[in-house]
């Protein structure tokens, strides 16, 4: 009898397991085929597929060219492609995978370079072995499931740590024109702050810049501790736009094991234009600047996927490149509108030689005065204070027109700002500790009443 229960038991289990089956398999691999290729656009007729889903089509070579479904018109399918269309025809046969992208993740991607399909691109092998594999595209966390900010984030740069302190889970904008020490300055992070990992998404770069960043502004030292998502300008839009959902599944995945976790994106803008050209070609309607409406709300969501879990903190640094140091761009306000805060680069204080070139008083972090001391935010403030003063000031000083004791405080002004100066300049070889840059600016404005 106890026997006759046991083969009850393991047929009922094989029943369950062959029902579970069924209904996890398809019993059917439709393949739909191309009817209309225009660009990087591709029309297909396909049963079954889901906005999101990654495809394949075949060419004429047997060779298969990976596309994302990304529209619906009627009963045709719009889908972009990846990389390029060379060798897709008419009736080229496609099929779907049933899934969005994913992308391999693991320690195994520190001092990696990978493309934003989870592919190296550094010429070593990349060993897959047991990796989880994470969409690309992922919920932000909700509201009340995000820790408060109240841990402060060393970023090794005495100027930021010092007058705009930045919180774990914090989401920075730095907001520069081209050729103001960016990259240098990102650079400088990666290697000083007190990360655990740091993810770098190379948006849209020049070819040439790619290896000098690795390099020379990350080096070895930084390198180790950092995974880098690299999509060049000379890709299609589509792969563009995904290496900041790359880059921010990387930085998912090492927060969800309790890691503190530095983003670094270079640059937002570069990510919208592609997302701009991906939704003309699709055919939405054009907005401020050429950019359709949904580029905006995309922002909001990828942006928001970083920040703080119950796990972990991705602390973020989203660059953004003013075209003509224009700070009215649509991508600036957006994208300033987010963040928690603002650094900009300024090329007048970059033309004298002052690096990095942060414009201190046009720059803020909000979240400063909820997690430094009081003796800090005092300290920032007299040396905010004397910067404003001087400034207000400063063409009357040059041309010899004040006249000293006249006004104590701008003597006072007048007094300290080489020893402020000297502060915010850092070199980029420079290492100082978080303790260190509090202590020597709070000693500069020290028995200072302004």
């Known amino acids: 009898m106890y026997l006759d229960q046991n083969i009850e038991k393991s047929i009922e289990f094989m029943k369950r397991r062959a029902n579970e089956i069924i209904d996890t398999t398809h019993l059917y691999h439709y393949k739909g085929s191309v009817t209309k290729l225009v660009g990087l656009t591709v029309d297909v007729q396909l049963p079954g597929l889901k906005l999101g889903d990654l495809c394949f089509i075949e060419t004429s070579e047997g060779e298969k060219k990976a596309a994302e479904v990304v529209a619906f018109k009627g ?22 995978t049933g899934k969005p992208i994913k992308i391999p993740v693991g320690d195994f991607l520190l001092g990696r370079i990978i493309n934003p399909l989870g592919e190296p691109i550094d010429g070593k092998p990349l060993d897959t072995t047991g990796a989880q594999w994470m969409n690309i595209d992922n919920d932000p966390p909700q509201a009340f499931e995000r820790p408060i900010i109240n841990t402060i984030f060393a970023t090794g740069v005495r100027a930021i740590d010092g007058t ?8 920075m904008g730095l907001f520069a024109g081209s050729g103001v020490g960016k990259s240098t300055m990102l650079g400088m992070i990666a290697r000083n702050s007190d990360a655990d990992i740091n993810v770098v998404a190379l948006i849209g770069e020049r070819g040439r810049e790619v290896k000098e960043f690795i390099e020379d502004s990350l ?9 880098v998502v690299c999509s060049t300008g000379d890709q299609p839009p589509l792969i563009r736009m995904k290496c900041l959902h790359s880059a921010t599944a990387v930085c998912e995945y090492f927060r969800d094991q309790g ?5 670094m994106t270079d640059t937002v803008t570069r990510c919208a234009m592609a997302g701009r050209e991906v939704g003309l070609s699709i055919g939405e309607p054009p907005t401020i600047k050429g950019y359709p409406p949904s ?8 942006l928001e996927r970083s920040g703080n879990s119950p796990r ?24 300033r509108g987010i963040v928690d805060g603002h650094i900009f680069l300024s090329r007048k204080i970059a033309e004298m030689n002052h690096y990095p070139a942060i414009d201190i008083l046009g720059s803020i972090s909000r979240l400063m005065s909820a997690i430094a001391s009081e003796e800090h935010k005092e300290a920032a403030s007299k040396i905010r204070k004397i910067m404003a003063l001087y400034r207000e000031n400063k063409d009357l000083i040059d041309v010899g027109m004040y006249n000293p004791g006249s006004n104590p405080r701008l003597d006072t002004a007048i007094e300290l700002m080489p020893q402020i100066n000297a502060f915010l300049q850092q070199r980029t070889s420079d290492i100082v500790q978080f303790d260190n840059t509090i202590e020597t600016m709070m000693n500069i404005v020290r028995d200072v009443d302004i």
């Open 75 to 96: 009963d045709v399918a719009q889908l972009l492609l990846l990389y390029d269309g060379a060798g897709i025809g008419q009736g080229s046969l496609v099929q779907t």
């Open 164 to 171: 705009l302190t930045l919180g774990a889970g914090q989401r």
């Open 219 to 227: 080096g070895e030292e930084g390198m180790a501790k950092s995974v």
């Open 259 to 263: 890691k503190k976790v530095f983003l």
């Open 295 to 302: 580029i905006f709300s995309w922002l909001q969501r990828v």
């Open 312 to 335: 972990g903190s991705i602390t973020a640094l989203y660059t953004v490149l003013m075209e003509g140091d224009d700070v009215n761009d649509p991508v600036v306000d957006t994208v």
